[in-house]
């Protein structure tokens, strides 16, 4: 199985930077993408980046020029380093990765525990 473990959040104010870090810990033949989510209270868990495995990135529209998702495959971990942030952007950040188990396995979602982000004055 996959355990992740994160870290990095806190309080910042507006124009603030912050940077999260998953590591992913277990036995698993592979990781495939890593990601962030993010859930605001009284909204869905809406995405904010995803990164493959050979580095290609995708980010949504409110993240896009702000945030910058990396990964380190040696050590199993994705970054998440969020500059210029706004209270919009008060959220618990979730990690995301996607694994196989084993090499004849499916590939399975794993979520971390989620990491909270207040961003206020």
């Known amino acids: 199985q996959v355990q992740l473990v994160e870290s990095g959040g806190g309080l910042v104010q507006p124009g603030g930077s912050l940077r999260l870090s998953c590591a992913a810990f277990g036995r698993f033949f592979s990781i495939n993408a890593m990601g962030w989510y993010r859930q605001a209270p009284g909204k869905e868990r809406e995405l904010v980046a995803t990164i493959t495995s050979g580095g290609v990135t995708n980010y949504a529209d409110s993240a896009q020029g702000r945030f910058t998702i990396s990964r380190d495959n040696a050590k199993n971990t994705v970054y998440l380093q969020m500059n210029s942030l706004k209270p919009d952007d008060t959220a618990v950040y979730y990690c995301?990765?996607?694994?196989?188990?084993?090499?004849?396995?499916?590939?399975?979602?794993?979520w971390g525990q989620g990491t909270q982000v207040t961003v206020s004055p």
């Open positions: 995301n990765v996607k694994a196989k188990i084993r090499s004849w396995s499916g590939e399975n979602d794993y």
